[in-house]
């Protein structure tokens, strides 16, 4: 078996975000698991770091969601796919809400408060909102790294983050009520999931399962278009 998947997870998640989806037969998975930073590390380095760690060839299939969205696109100058796939997250950086402009502004990864954000279990206790306590239920489930400095980094990163278009046939499945990254500011071909937030692979994985497959299973084509 010589086709893989290298799938990536979304901010300091583990890759069991992914155990509900089907994939189609044939492929090899290859969960690719956040490190932690560097020091002053660029996104472009911490990807080489990745594409050697977990051994990414060219010609394969990446898959992100959410930050795992943004490493793909970065991953993909190191090892050119055949395809991309993007779950809930930007293809670009044109594609960013304009509070990412004031996050940028104020310094914002000086100023959260990480021992919540480490601690999803504990902040879901003081949330009188369902909804939002069941979220924070979820992602302390999947979640990985703990350690405040690994997010401090990250969220930099993420509203600095500048880049194009990837130049590859691609999918791009996302939540209709997602407030993360909101539809209505995204680029290029989208397939939306209807009611779904930004925890949709975890949530709605019986709806974006077979438009994957669909996808992985077409010869060319990136959804609704060929991009290459």
Known sequence: MNRKIYILPGLGASTDIYRALRFPA????????????RPDESLSAYAKRLVERYRIRPGQVLMGMSFGGMMINEISRLAEPRKMVFISTVKTSEAFPPWFKWGRAVRIWNRLPYGLIVHPLRTARFMPVKVVR???LLYERYLSIRDPEYFKWAIRQILFWNRDMPPFPYLHVHGTRDRVFPMKYLKGDV????GAAHLALMTHPHRIGPVVRRFLKVPHLSGVQQRR
């Open 26 to 37: 044939g492929y090899e998975i290859v969960p690719v698991e956040w490190i932690m930073p």
């Open 191 to 194: 397939v939306p999931v209807e």
């Open 134 to 136: 069941k979220r924070l």
